[in-house]
């Protein structure tokens, strides 16, 4: 008797990723048209077409939404995206390697767009603010399982806390010159400056 076919646990993740990319699209559209503040969860569930249980099973708040756009994709895409890197290169230019290959991650519309919003609330930015340690804190783990040598993990740790911040620093440096260049430019940038110091 043949065995019952079973749902792809794929196939159920793209569906998940599908619904929370449209509920996250819809609430950034209503943050722009009627403001933040203004913009409740119930109206964003409600023009997403789900009840509000529904939406917490996506989401946990309004600000989630705009998290979503500013380093969701970012945040599950770089742990698997360094484990891919060699370890015959040092843990600095693999994870220059890994932010470069993720930068369009940042480059679409809503990206820029949520992350205006995120910068102009105080309590938002705190938030954005804690997505850079919790990135430190991902890349770390991915060197220690890159570079297990126990004796390493400290230095691994502030590799992992420079190049999170020269990957800060070069996105401010692409907004501030309103992207006049691909983020990949200001990333080479950033981490030739890196490189540069440290050789001094």
Same mark, same amino acid.
């Given at each position: 008797?043949?065995?019952?076919?079973? !749902?792809? +646990?794929?196939?159920?993740?793209?569906?998940?990723?599908?619904? @929370?990319?449209?509920?996250?699209?819809?609430?950034?559209?209503?943050?722009?048209? +009627?403001?933040?503040?203004?913009?409740?969860?119930?109206?964003?569930?409600?023009?997403?077409?789900?009840? &509000?249980?529904? %939406?917490?099973?996506?989401?946990?708040?309004?600000? #989630?939404?705009?998290?979503?756009?500013?380093?969701?994709?970012?945040?599950?895409?770089?742990?698997?995206? %360094?484990?891919?890197?060699?370890?015959?290169?040092?843990? !600095?230019?693999?994870?220059?390697?890994?932010?470069?290959?993720?930068?369009?991650?940042?480059?679409?519309?809503?990206?820029?767009?949520?992350? &205006? !919003?995120? &910068?102009? !609330?105080?309590?938002?930015?705190?938030?954005?603010?804690? @997505?850079?340690?919790?990135?430190?804190?991902?890349?770390?783990?991915?060197?220690?399982? @890159?570079?297990? #040598?126990?004796?390493? &993990?400290?230095?691994?740790?502030? #590799?992992?806390?420079?190049?999170?911040?020269?990957?800060?620093?070069?996105?401010? +440096?692409?907004?501030?010159? #309103?992207?006049?260049?691909? @983020?990949?430019?200001?990333?080479?940038?950033?981490?030739?400056?890196?490189?540069?110091?440290?050789?001094?």
């Amino acid at each position: 008797m043949a065995k019952p076919e079973k !749902i792809p +646990n794929d196939l159920r993740e793209r569906k998940r990723q599908l619904t @929370l990319d449209r509920i996250a699209e819809i609430g950034l559209k209503l943050f722009v048209e +009627n403001g933040y503040e203004m913009t409740t969860l119930d109206a964003i569930a409600a023009a997403s077409g789900i009840s &509000r249980r529904t %939406f917490f099973y996506y989401l946990k708040s309004k600000e #989630d939404v705009l998290l979503a756009h500013e380093g969701g994709k970012f945040a599950d895409a770089l742990r698997p995206t %360094f484990l891919k890197q060699s370890p015959k290169q040092s843990p !600095i230019a693999a994870a220059r390697k890994t932010f470069l290959a993720l930068a369009s991650t940042y480059e679409t519309k809503e990206s820029i767009v949520a992350d &205006r !919003i995120l &910068r102009s !609330i105080e309590t938002l930015r705190l938030r954005k603010e804690a @997505l850079l340690v919790q990135a430190e804190e991902v890349l770390a783990d991915a060197m220690y399982e @890159l570079w297990p #040598d126990q004796t390493r &993990r400290p230095t691994l740790r502030m #590799d992992a806390m420079m190049a999170v911040g020269t990957l800060r620093i070069a996105r401010e +440096n692409w907004r501030q010159e #309103d992207a006049a260049h691909p @983020l990949t430019h200001y990333i080479d940038e950033a981490f030739d400056l890196l490189e540069h110091k440290s050789k001094r």
